[in-house]
């Protein structure tokens, strides 16, 4: 039973080893458009962002292609209090934090 057990437990580490030698040497998965390369998306046209505080959301773009946007919103530190008193200088978006949903 013994000599059994030491066969199965060499089998698994011998094949868990061949598997991570193999999947080590292989190149990377690269789809057909890289997504870190922005220069490979079709942007088309120009639209001005949708901006609405939470919990609303702005409604969905659907299947829409690429497009550059526009988005207007003032970035602005302030001091504000926290528990206790302390404070603390935040970094509001549109006056508020946190700041607006953005829809891409």
Known sequence: MKKRYRTVKFTLVLTALISVVF???????????????????????EMKAVLTSPPYVPV????????????????????????????????????TVPGSFIRT
């Open 60 to 95: 969905s773009v659907g299947k829409r292609g690429a497009m550059k946007l526009s988005v207007d919103m003032e970035i602005v530190e302030r001091e504000g209090t926290m528990t206790n008193g302390v404070t603390y200088i935040y970094w509001t978006f549109g006056g």
């Open 23 to 45: 999947t080590s040497c292989s190149p990377p998965f690269q789809s057909e458009r890289d997504p870190a390369d922005a220069s490979l998306i079709k942007v088309s046209g």
